[in-house]
């Protein structure tokens, strides 16, 4: 209980004593007319080490800082005189705390102001905290301009969407603009995704898990960005989903870039494809009729020496003919690859058919099955990587993976296509094949590069004696971007 100047408290002391001892952190200093002190308590000064005869009888301008005497005697006055007045100033004592005072009058029973009372708070860890909280909010304001990465709230009590100026701007309306989801998807979302954002936020409101999507904005100024849309719920205590919180990052610049190095490897396959064609050509009408021409001279050559020629040179030109055929045969395989005419002229179904069934030949498979589910054709640049990578897979399987059977898939997803090529031959350690790096594996550098070069995803799956599964998954693109090679 507070001790006080008992004989000189006015009527209202009774009121002021229920206050005292149960408002935490606090010093409170009533004051007679006179705004002398005849009461004092509080937290906050049994905190300090004060005790309440250091205040009693004082004017209450003069326990405090001499520099704000006057204001605070103005706003003793003005407490007398029934109003309420605030004042933020630092310690006398202490000079590093802040505190922020209340100047309020006192009743007495029948409602007459018979003095006033000067609540005083130690706001200094508060306002430490509202600066660090400040500072926080605009280092994340900061990072979310650099980032372009706006976050959201949305209540599903009131369906109201809470943004942040980020957001705001990515959206292009003014900073602290809140909206309704519904109406807010149907003025922003880009028509052609406006079906889709909505079924996921219908989603939302029952299921919690975490989400991912991308999708379109049309700004207020008639701009289209395009985001990428993370988000969770959050659940109450009966596992209601009551809010979702997200962010929006703009990937515009992103989407732009990829469609430009999607153009620019288009044209450098493009390129690489037709001087593989070219090499081809220059092989089937050079190397090729030429070596025809000198096997079929030396057939000739065997017949007319007859039975006049000794059987070992007989035997020796046969075996040359014979050499110089299965060269011409690899030769033509060669130019086969370097220029699969099936590829361009029916589609990457019809060419994988052809080189399982050539790697069946060569490797001497049980089977060498191919399914697909294409339907149609893919951009040309997607067919010949897939291409690329199954043949390069194939001919791992036909050169080292003895296996008996292989299975060549293409399965197609809205947002892309996977390639996966498995074997159940002898498998082999990955972590050795990246440390040796050696000839017979460089293949796999050269399909993970070329498939992650067009945003896919390369992945080898294997271990000794486990098989192998080689899985190349790219993303689709848009039949307006295709660019078909002559």
């Not at 407490?79 to 630092?90: D, I, M, P, Q, S």
């Not at 109450?236 to 990829?258: F, K, L, N, P, Y």
């Not at 049980?366 to 640049?381: H, I, N, Q, Y």
Request: proline share 5%; aromatic share 4%; charged share 30%.
């Amino acid at each position: 209980m507070t001790t006080d100047a008992a004989s000189s408290a006015p009527d209202g002391e009774a009121g002021f004593r229920l206050l005292t001892e149960h408002l935490p952190d606090l010093a409170l200093l009533a004051f007679d007319p006179d705004l002398r002190i005849w009461s004092a308590t509080g937290a906050a000064l049994r905190a300090a080490g004060w005790g309440p005869e250091e205040f009693l009888g004082q004017r209450v301008p003069d326990v405090g800082r001499p520099d704000d005497a006057v204001a605070v005697e103005a706003h003793c006055r003005a407490a007398l005189a029934g109003e309420c007045r605030r004042l933020e100033t630092t310690g006398r004592t202490y000079p590093y705390r802040l505190w922020a005072k209340l100047f309020v009058p006192l009743p007495d029973e029948r409602g007459t102001v018979v003095g006033g009372m000067m609540i005083a708070r130690d706001v200094t860890d508060q306002r430490r905290a509202e600066r660090q909280l400040r500072a926080s909010r605009q280092q994340l304001a900061e990072a979310q301009r650099i980032a372009h990465l706006g976050s959201w709230e949305l209540d599903f009590e009131t369906d109201e969407l809470t943004i942040s100026d980020e957001m705001a701007r990515i959206v292009g309306l003014p900073p602290g603009t809140s909206l309704l989801i519904e109406p807010g998807v149907h003025e922003f979302v880009h028509p052609a995704d406006r079906a889709e954002v909505l079924t996921r936020i219908g989603r939302m409101r029952t299921d919690p898990s975490p989400f991912c999507f991308e999708h379109r904005f049309v700004r207020t100024d008639g701009v289209i960005r395009t985001v990428m849309t993370r988000g969770e719920g959050v659940v109450d205590e009966h596992g209601r989903v009551v809010r979702c919180i997200g962010t929006e990052q703009d990937i515009t610049e992103r989407r732009r870039a990829d469609a430009e190095r999607r153009r620019l490897l288009g044209r450098v396959y493009e390129v690489q494809e037709g001087q593989d064609r070219r090499l081809a050509a220059d092989l089937h009408d050079g190397h090729v009729q030429s070596l025809a021409a000198i096997g079929f001279k030396l057939e000739q050559a065997r017949l007319r020496l007859g039975d006049s020629g000794s059987p070992e040179v007989d035997e020796l030109l046969w075996q040359v003919t014979k050499d110089l055929s299965t060269e011409v045969t690899s030769l033509r395989r060669t130019i086969g690859r370097l220029r699969p005419l099936v590829l361009v002229e029916d589609g990457l179904e019809a060419a994988l058919r052809e080189e399982a069934k050539s790697a069946c030949n060569r490797a001497a498979l049980v089977a060498c099955e191919v399914t697909s589910e294409l339907d149609g054709r893919l951009d040309p640049v997607v067919e010949t990587a897939l291409f690329r990578v199954a043949q390069q897979a194939l001919a791992n399987v036909v050169d080292h993976a003895k296996a008996a059977h292989v299975l060549v898939a293409i399965t197609c997803t809205e947002a892309g296509v996977l390639l996966r090529v498995s074997d159940d031959g002898l498998g082999f350690d990955p972590d050795h094949v990246q440390v040796i790096g050696d000839v017979a594996h460089f293949g796999l550098i050269a399909m993970r590069e070329r498939v992650e070069a067009l945003g896919g995803r390369f992945q080898v799956t294997t271990a000794p004696g486990q098989g192998t599964v080689v899985e190349a998954r790219l993303p689709l693109t848009d039949p307006a971007e295709w660019r078909w090679g002559a």
